[in-house]
């Protein structure tokens, strides 16, 4: 009698411990699920800020190499200074929000 008893709860244990297994490998699952979704989201946000930055150094570039190339008092280089302190300022609003 206490044979098939201990049989009996061996089995109960081993099915107790294969379903926690299952849950935990689920959970893990979930996790690793979130944490590559919120490396995406910041890989895609570097991206754009990237992008707009170097757009942003392109334009000023541009702008001071063909347009203002015959302003002598330097406004090119305000109008470059100011475009990229924008962009910092909306960049660093935006990773504080998050």
Same mark, same amino acid.
């Given at each position: 009698?206490?044979?098939?008893?201990?049989?009996?709860?061996?089995?109960?244990? &081993?099915? &107790?411990?294969?379903?926690?297994?299952?849950?935990?490998?689920?959970? !893990?699952? /979930?996790?690793?699920?979130?944490?590559?979704?919120?490396?995406?989201?910041?890989?895609?946000?570097?991206?754009? /800020?990237?992008?707009?930055?170097?757009?942003?150094? #392109?334009? #000023?570039?541009?702008?001071?190499?063909?347009?203002?190339? !015959? !302003?002598? !008092?330097?406004?090119?280089?305000?109008?470059? /200074?100011?475009?990229?302190?924008? /962009?910092?300022?909306?960049?660093?609003?935006?990773?504080? &929000?998050?």
């Amino acid at each position: 009698m206490e044979r098939k008893r201990n049989k009996k709860q061996k089995k109960q244990k &081993q099915k &107790q411990t294969k379903k926690r297994g299952e849950s935990f490998h689920l959970v !893990d699952f /979930v996790n690793y699920v979130r944490i590559i979704i919120i490396v995406c989201v910041y890989v895609y946000v570097c991206m754009c /800020v990237c992008v707009c930055v170097c757009v942003c150094v #392109c334009v #000023c570039m541009y702008n001071v190499m063909i347009g203002y190339r !015959d !302003d002598n !008092d330097g406004d090119g280089f305000a109008v470059c /200074v100011t475009a990229a302190a924008v /962009v910092v300022v909306v960049v660093i609003c935006s990773i504080g &929000q998050e």
